[in-house]
């Protein structure tokens, strides 16, 4: 039973950094991807970053050389670094994985519940 967890959400200043960690619990036998997407009121969710099982990250345009991705395979978490924050920031924020949880099994979906980021000008 695989669960993912976001935490760090909050109200920051624009300009300012925020860290969200969205930790994830249950056997993994290997992540096909790793990502944050997030979504504004009235908008679509959109994908913000994504980081591979080898290492390789991905960005949206509007958070490149802002945001950064990562992964601690140790504490089981895969973190997005938020800096020079913008309101156009504002929104909740998912984590999301495809994973495998067995060698030869299936890959599945996983959603995590969102957290909310807000930027204030």
Do not use: H
Not at 2 to 23: D, I, K, N, W
Not at 59 to 79: H, P
């Amino acid at each position: 039973q695989v669960q993912l967890v976001e935490s760090g959400g909050g109200l920051v200043q624009a300009g300012g950094s925020l860290r969200l960690s969205c930790a994830v619990s249950g056997s993994i036998f290997s992540f096909n991807v790793m990502a944050w997407y997030r979504q504004a009121p009235g908008a679509q969710r959109d994908m913000v970053a994504t980081i591979t099982g080898g290492g390789r990250t991905n960005y949206a345009d509007s958070v490149k050389g802002r945001f950064t991705i990562s992964r601690d395979n140790a504490k089981n978490t895969v973190d997005l670094q938020m800096n020079s924050m913008k309101p156009e920031d504002t929104a909740v924020y998912y984590c999301y994985t495809l994973a495998k949880q067995r060698a030869g099994g299936p890959t599945y979906q996983y959603w995590g519940q969102g957290t909310q980021v807000t930027v204030s000008s």
